[in-house]
Structures are given as C-alpha cells and as structure tokens.
C-alpha cells in the first residue's frame, strides 16, 4: 500500500503563502499524484494533479497562485500556495492513484490523513 503524510499546513493571512509537503512510501513505481481540499459543507475540490509524464493541471480557482511538483531525489512531492485567501482555507490532502497514470479521473486510490490550512 502507499502512504501519504503531508506537512506543512497552519494559519496564515491573506494573500501570505505556504508550501505544503507530502512524503510518500510503500511504491516505487509511477503513479499520478495529486492534492484535494476538502471545506466544511462544500465539496472537495482536486487543486493539482501531476501525471507519470510530469505534466501538472490546476483547477481554474488556483492557477497562477499555486503550484505542485515533484522531488526528483526524494519520495515526496509539493504544493507551493501563494496569494492564499480566506475561499483557499480547508483540509488539504495529497493522494495517489497507481492505475490512472494521466491524471484522467478525478479519484484516487490513496490519500494522506490531511493538514489543515487557514487564511484569514
């Protein structure tokens, strides 16, 4: 199985940044990868994906403010958040789908227990 843990969330004010970390492990082989947010009452929302090719797609909401990629040495891959405002505040998960290497489907096998993220 894979795991996911993620880093890196907290509290920051609008239109401060924050990078958020997820380290994964139990699979060496390519996968897509991708991180989600999930807010009280609303739906989850995929923010960034990157496919086994290393092309990333964002979510119309995100574009230009955040960015995801990948450690070419380490099991652990990103999301660099810039500009945050108080609509970007949820819980973030990374996750991973072994099947679905372009990032076509918008699921995902596995998923960390999530770190929150705050703007105000």
């Known amino acids: 199985h894979v795991q996911l843990v993620e880093s890196g969330g907290g509290s920051v004010q609008a239109g401060g940044s924050l990078k958020l970390s997820c380290e994964w492990s139990g699979y060496t082989g390519k996968m897509c990868m991708g ?4 807010a009280p009452e609303k739906e989850r ?5 990157i ?4 092309r990333t797609k964002y979510v119309d909401s ?11 040495a380490k099991p652990i891959w990103y999301l ?9 505040s949820a819980e973030y998960y990374c996750a991973a ?3 679905d290497l372009y990032c076509a489907k918008d699921e995902f096998e596995y998923r ?7 703007v105000s």
């Open 45 to 49: 929302v995929t923010v960034a994906r």
């Open 62 to 72: 995100v574009k230009g403010r955040f960015t995801a990629s990948q450690d070419n």
């Open 80 to 88: 660099q958040m810039s500009d945050l405002n108080p609509d970007d």
């Open 35 to 38: 991180w989600y947010r999930q």
């Open 51 to 54: 496919d086994t090719s290393g």
């Open 112 to 118: 960390g227990p999530g770190t929150q993220v705050t």
């Open 97 to 99: 789908d072994l099947l």
